[in-house]
């Protein structure tokens, strides 16, 4: 059963159809990566895996059940989903250990003193043990969303959803956030990520899926579909890139 199905799932802003018969399946420890032009609609698909945007119609199921509309269900649900953005959305007045641990406390219930010490075994995993007790602004954008990434595992996740998380960082950071990626994806986390970053995409996915228009236009290999792409969308995307 996959852990993540989208089924026919369409979605409008106004007259923009953003969403257009999307058709998707992520199998548990599989890292799908999704790219394509701005505007293809991929953060928005991103965005509905759990509920963070509505669709229109078409069904999304998680490990077969269909995604709640709202209430605690949702809520439920949301957690076993790990998010990480392109903005960081820490607390700003809370630390960084606070931070990591406020979820598994308030929604999971665990105790402060073993969700304490797991958020330190987090923090060390993803290279900011160091910084536990300063508040986010003392942080740079590359060690915030490492700790972004620490809070989302803290929850125990089902999976773990990724939308351009590099993408707000200076050049010098990226690596070192694609680096925790890497090891996750290693460790046999389900991911679906959001990326410019083709070099991660081919050394890192298991799947490639390449979104234009609001369509899955192609989906493969990333050997396969790096070096031969079926559709001329692709081929066009792929040359566009090739220079930056």
């Known amino acids: 059963m996959p852990v993540i199905e989208l089924r026919h799932v369409e979605k409008h802003f106004g007259d923009l159809h953003v969403l257009r018969d999307i058709n998707l399946k992520v199998s548990r ?28 119609s078409g069904e999304i199921l998680i490990e077969g059940k269909p995604l709640p509309a709202e209430g605690r269900e949702l809520a439920a649900m949301r ?28 929604v999971l219930g665990m105790k402060r003193e073993d969700a304490e010490k797991r958020a330190m075994e987090l923090l060390a995993r993803v290279g900011v043990a160091e910084q536990a007790a300063k508040v986010p602004a003392q942080l740079s954008g590359g060690q915030q969303q490492r700790v972004a990434i620490a809070r989302s595992l803290a929850m125990n996740p089902k999976a773990m959803m990724f939308d351009e998380p590099t993408s707000a960082l200076d050049p010098e950071m990226i690596n070192e956030v694609l680096d925790v990626m890497v090891e996750l994806a290693r460790a046999g986390m389900t991911m679906v990520v959001v990326t410019h970053e083709m070099n991660f995409a081919r050394r890192v996915a298991d799947r490639v899926v390449f979104m234009a228009d609001g369509q899955i236009v192609e989906e493969g290999a990333p050997d396969e579909f790096f070096d031969h792409p079926a559709t001329q969308r692709a081929r066009d995307f792929l040359d566009s890139i090739k220079g930056h």
């Open 29 to 56: 420890g599989e890292v799908l990566v999704v790219i394509g032009p701005s505007g293809s609609g991929k953060s928005t698909m991103c965005r509905t895996i759990n509920r963070l945007e509505t669709i229109d």
């Open 79 to 106: 957690a076993e989903l790990g998010m990480v953005f392109q903005s960081f959305n820490l607390f700003a007045h809370k630390t960084i250990l606070e931070n990591v641990t406020l979820g598994p406390i308030d």
